[in-house]
């Protein structure tokens, strides 16, 4: 039989290789064909990707195209499976011969066992956190939940009060400050020089800087003890109520609401709740497993929805129930807090969300101080990290990727804009995720578009809110928390239509990050907003996403 077709030895092939030739009988007309192919082992190549340059480089007929393909694969798998024997006779030799450590050999399988499959692998110690969530997610659910509620309040009131002590010293402070000031200017170019007013001025800060730091270690003192006496009284709690009558135990150590009332300072730390007014929607999104969603227009401030209230006001105990609830749950509730380029808490929106997360201790999760420390150490690494590989990848222009990488390179701890970072509360009212949001000056213009950072970033935020069950998350519609005078109606009303638009295609989005899944998604507008423009907005928002029903326009008070 005539020879067809043969293909040329690789070459440069490793000595662990060997080469085998494949031989195909195939019958192309009135003439009998044979295919040899010289194949290196172990094959290298997927085998549909061998098969394609055969037929390609060989004319061979399309009709043959199967049968090559089976012969093909039936040679490789039986000619690979005769090395793997081979290989393994070897290895049995080299074992009786002693030319192979036996202990060696036996660590080595141990170690791979162990760290590549789950039934060998060492268990997991158990940690503390884990175990104290899975405590506390039980305890919230049954009857005690009025009790662990009731104590987290007295701790937030005995803040509160510290909190309000600490305020009263800094203000006499002040003013005694401010009088010795006025003094000081009052003697000026008389018998005190520039010089003098500095000394004073200098004293006056450091006085000052002692007694903030003297507060500031106090409160995380008392707040560092007040989280483990909680921890160990809910361990204790479960741990008794497994043991005894449930119900005896839970009214023995019970705190009552009047006791609560009664230490509460009711001028000092609490908040009252204002006039708010709200309008909610229900959507159906998708193209044809269509999902149904809740819209809420919220005119409010966007710290309302983290400070703590008095379990006296209409509702809030009731909140705070509901956020304690979810809090181990698939139903968290994120906030989305718009900030600067700095990772800290030192200053405008984000000095003000410090100051409220400290007003109560979390039980659960790290101190803000500390979760911020962790972002700002990731985010060098992360810099880090990229940078490297830039300088090892050629450079790629890109419009306005010059700008961001000299920004970077300026302060690489600081963030860029449509960036954000994520922190975890439990001691909030009705938030247990805050997504700190940058944006520069550029989303008080009025010419941004869909590609904005600020619009990217939150669409990244919806789709960290689906990855990981945030069902209920509140957006600032405007991207602005305050108003400003070049802020006007039209101002707004454009402003809106860009933002109801990009999350509407967000949230179809949504179907395809979740597989479908009912969320709640709250746009917060600034109290300073008039409710003529509260109703325009409101009337804007079903137009845009086709609203299903709606409920009344309220005032919650």
């Known amino acids: 039989m005539p020879s067809c077709a043969t293909m040329k030895k690789n070459k440069g092939k490793a000595s662990s290789t060997n080469e085998k030739e494949f031989v195909f009988e195939f019958r192309a007309g009135q003439h009998n064909c044979v295919l040899k192919v010289p194949l290196q082992f172990p094959v290298q190549e997927i085998i549909s990707d061998l098969h394609g340059r055969l037929m390609l480089l060989h004319n061979i007929p399309c009709y043959i195209e199967t049968d090559l393909k089976s012969s093909l694969s039936s040679f490789v798998e039986k000619e690979t ?37 789950l039934e060998h692998a060492r268990p997991e110690e158990p940690s503390w956190d884990e175990d104290f969530a899975d405590v506390y997610h039980e305890l919230i659910h049954s009857p005690a939940s009025d009790t662990l509620l009731n104590l987290e309040h007295n701790y937030f009131v005995s803040i509160s009060e510290l909190i309000s002590e600490r305020d009263m010293e800094l203000k006499k402070l002040q003013e005694r400050q401010a009088s010795e000031m006025d003094k000081v200017m009052h003697e000026l170019g008389n018998t005190l020089s520039d010089h003098d007013v500095n000394a004073v001025a200098s004293q006056h800060f450091d006085a000052q ?118 809090l181990y749950s698939s139903s968290l509730c994120g906030l989305v807090l718009l900030v600067d380029n700095r990772v800290n808490s030192y200053s405008g929106i984000k000095r003000e969300f410090a100051t409220v997360a400290k007003e109560c201790t979390d039980f659960h999760f790290p101190f803000l101080e500390a979760q911020l420390d962790e972002v700002q150490q990731v985010l060098l690494y992360a810099r880090a990290q990229r940078s490297s590989k830039q300088k090892e990848q050629p450079e790629i222009p890109r419009n306005g990727g010059d700008d961001k990488n000299k920004n970077v390179e300026r302060n ?10 994520i922190s975890r509360h439990s001691n909030l009212s009705e938030v247990h995720a805050v997504f700190h949001l940058c944006v520069d000056d550029n989303v008080r213009s009025g010419n941004i578009t869909a590609r904005d950072p600020a619009i990217m970033g939150l669409r990244n935020i919806l789709k960290v809110c689906c990855t990981h069950d945030v069902t209920t998350v509140t957006v600032p519609l405007l991207l602005v928390h305050d108003m400003s005078e070049e802020m006007t109606i039209p101002w707004c009303l454009k402003r809106a239509e860009l933002v109801f638009k990009c999350v509407k295609g967000f949230m179809m989005e949504m179907a395809s990050w979740d ?9 917060l507008v600034p109290k300073s907003i008039s409710e003529e423009m509260f109703y325009q907005l409101s009337n804007m928002l079903p137009q845009i996403f086709r609203v299903s029903s709606t409920l009344t326009l309220t005032s919650k008070h």
């Not at 081979?86 to 162990?114: H, P």
């Not at 903030?212 to 989280?227: D, F, M, R, Y």
């Not at 690489?412 to 970072?421: K, Q, R, T, W």
């Not at 597989?515 to 746009?523: M, P």
């Open 81 to 117: 499976i005769l090395d793997y024997d081979r290989e393994a006779e070897l290895a049995l030799q080299r074992l009786t011969t002693g030319d192979v450590d036996i202990n060696q050999l036996t660590n080595a399988w141990t170690r791979s066992y162990v760290e590549t499959t």
């Open 209 to 326: 800087q002692v007694l903030e730091n003297k507060w500031a270690s106090e409160l995380k003192q008392v707040t560092g003890i007040q989280k483990h006496e909680y921890q160990q009284w809910v361990i204790s709690l479960h741990q008794d109520l497994q043991k005894s009558n449930s119900s005896q135990i839970t009214e023995e150590i019970k705190v009552q609401p009047s006791q609560l009332l009664e230490v509460a300072d009711p001028g000092a730390r609490m908040f009252e709740e204002q006039p708010q007014l709200e309008e909610s929607f229900t959507i159906h999104l998708g193209a044809q497993l269509k999902t149904m969603h809740n819209l809420r227009l919220v005119r409010a401030d966007v710290l309302d929805f983290c400070k703590h209230r008095q379990h006296s006001s209409g509702g809030a105990k009731l909140r705070r129930l509901q956020t304690a609830l979810s």
């Open 412 to 421: 690489p701890s600081n963030i860029l804009p449509g960036e954000f970072y």
């Open 515 to 523: 597989g479908g899944i009912s969320r709640t998604v709250q746009f």
